[in-house]
């Protein structure tokens, strides 16, 4: 449970992806892949919007 901890430590606004060693050792794929992969899922992106709010004055309707 020491990730768990580690990640609510950090905070919300940090990424953190737990992996397990037999991920980096695979046979499969390469060490550099393994942590390539891990890098990727923890990259975390939020992307936030501010609406732009314009106020006019009606001067003449037809």
Do not use: C, W
């Amino acid at each position: 449970m020491r990730h768990t901890s580690m990640a609510q430590t950090l905070g919300p606004d940090v990424p953190f992806a737990m992996i397990a060693a037999s991920e980096v050792y695979s046979l499969s794929i390469s060490k550099t892949e393994g942590l390539t992969l891990a890098f990727r899922r923890s990259i975390g992106i939020r992307i936030t919007e501010e609406p732009e709010r314009v106020e006019r004055e009606v001067v003449e309707i037809n």
